[in-house]
């Protein structure tokens, strides 16, 4: 009897981390949901906004060294929090696929870039 109550607790601990470690991925998510960039159109589609990493340049623009691209200063909004945040996209490339389909770029570009107001 004790090792099934053992089990049992044992299910319900993992259940319950399991079921928290989702909810936070979830949650954080979801400040992404309803931000935008300076001309007001919605930033997020799904899984492509995340915290980057950024330097600061003199000029005021930012360097993402996980992407190596320059951020103009112009193009950053406040962050939500502390971090910094980029959110991409993959553009339609100017070639025509045979069958009719879409042809995506194989590298994504940068459609929002959130700092933190005390970053420059």
Request: proline residues 9%.
């Amino acid at each position: 009897m004790l090792l099934r109550t053992s089990v049992a607790a044992f299910a319900a601990a993992m259940s319950l981390g399991l079921w928290s470690e989702a909810s936070n991925i979830v949650l954080a998510h979801d400040i992404y949901s309803n931000l935008r960039d300076r001309d007001g159109h919605l930033c997020c589609g799904g899984q492509d906004c995340k915290p980057v990493e950024a330097t600061v340049l003199p000029d005021g623009n930012y360097y993402l060294p996980g992407t190596d691209e320059v951020i103009p200063a112009d193009m950053a909004t406040p962050s939500p929090d502390d971090r910094f945040h980029r959110c991409s996209y993959y553009p339609m490339a100017n070639e025509f696929d045979p069958w009719g389909g879409p042809i995506w770029e194989d590298k994504p570009k940068t459609r929002c870039f959130f700092a933190p107001m005390n970053s420059t």
